[in-house]
Structures are given as C-alpha cells and as structure tokens.
C-alpha cells in the first residue's frame, strides 16, 4: 500500500496544468478503504471516465456492478492499488489502448476477438467446458439464453441449414457440439452481436490474460530460482 502512495507522489511531484491531481490526504483516504466506487477509481488511476469504463467492461481489474446509476461499479482497494503498480512500473501495460480515448487523434477500434484459428478453437474448447452439463441434445430455447439471441434466430439457422435440427413434439432441438462449434466459428467471433455473446468473449478474454500473466509470473520464479 505504502509503496503505491510513494509511486503516486513521486510521478505527482511535476503536476500537469489543468490536470486533477490528488493530494496525499485523499490518496491515503481512498487506499484505506476496502473498497472504491468507479468515481474514486477513476481520480486514483488519473484516467478519463472513458478508459475506466472500457477497462471494467473488459475485466482487466475485478469488480462488481452494483446495478446502480450512480456508483455503478466497486472495486477493491488491494485491486486497484495492484493494477496502479502495474501501471506506472510495467514498460507496456495498456499499451493496446493508447490513443483509443484521445480526441486528437483518429482511432479505428479493434475487433472485440481476433478470430484466428487458435483462439476460436481455443473459445470452442471453452465453451465446451461451460455447457457441459448441458444436454447433446439441446433445446433450441436453450440455445437462444445462452448466446442472448431469439429461438426464432436459432430456428433460421437451422432453416438456412447452419444448424442441424430435429422437432420431437413441441419442442425442437439441435445438437450441442455443433451448436458450440457454430458460435466458436469466425464469422461469428469477428462480429458479436448480443450483449450475452459479448459478455461469454469477455469472461473467455479475461481468463485468457490472467493465465498469461501467471504463467509470466511462474516463468519469472523459475528464472529467479535457477539463478540462486
């Protein structure tokens, strides 16, 4: 904690015109608390409210939405104070993001997922993981709540012959791998469209990255052991 601080007060101690600079009582106010609300994030990281939301709509820190129009989000304390860190001591962190919030500059947004053939396989196997209590044979009602579509939409895949289905009784159904395969495909990882499809990407890129960074942070204790 008291190392962040002492981070934050060096990188202060040149302040920016115009810019809203904390003082060493509010961040020692905000440090001690458990929590912080998306507000008082935004003032600790120096950062628009732009950024900060598009880094708590794509999990790169832990935290919860409250539902609430005001103080939207809540984030712990120990959390914020660890993605600080890494932002002034790790050379690229973020880097993806510059110039997305900038308004001098002119910025073409990435893709949500970069649909190469090794992380829609990648999303297929995990996705696979997810649903698999689920039956094989799975109710295209079903299948429309887990991806955020109509059954109707489901019912044109099946009548454009994309999905395979069959009706017993009322009910119709399709088969699950191919079901997982279809929204694992590129065509459809390139162009999300439900808010559901978008938050089954973001939960699949979040785990993505924390087991990068563990693996990172296994390699370095490796490094480290075998030097000593």
């Given amino acids: 904690m008291l190392s962040a601080i002492s981070l934050i007060k060096q990188k202060n101690n040149a302040p920016t015109a115009g810019a ?3 003082t060493e009582r509010m961040i020692l106010y905000m440090t001690q608390k458990e929590f912080m609300s998306g507000s008082e994030l935004r003032q600790y990281l120096h950062i628009s409210t732009r950024k900060m939301k598009y880094l ?3 999990n790169y820190i832990p935290h919860e939405n409250t539902g ?4 939207k989000y809540r984030v712990r304390t120990e959390d914020a104070v660890w993605l600080k860190a890494r932002m002034d001591t790790e050379p690229g962190f973020l880097s993806e993001l510059s110039g ?3 308004n001098r500059t002119e910025w073409h947004p990435l893709p949500m997922f970069e649909a190469t053939p090794e992380n829609c396989e990648a999303f297929r196997r995990w996705l696979d993981s997810q649903w698999a209590e689920l039956p094989e044979a799975l109710p295209t009602q079903t299948a429309a709540e887990l991806v955020g579509h109509s059954p109707q939409r489901i019912h044109e895949w099946i009548r454009e012959e994309v999905l395979v289905g069959i009706k017993l009784g009322t009910i119709q159904y399709c088969a699950k791998a191919e079901f997982v395969s279809f929204m694992a495909s590129p065509q459809r990882l390139a162009h999300p469209r ?10 699949f890129k979040y785990i993505q990255r924390r087991e990068r960074e563990n693996e990172q942070r296994r390699q370095k204790r490796k490094m480290m052991k075998e030097r000593t």
């Fill in 56 to 58: 708590m709509d794509n």
């Fill in 20 to 22: 809203l600079m904390l």
């Fill in 194 to 203: 439900t808010e559901k499809y978008k938050e089954l990407i973001r939960e």
């Fill in 100 to 102: 997305m919030f900038s």
């Fill in 68 to 71: 609430h129009t005001t103080h």
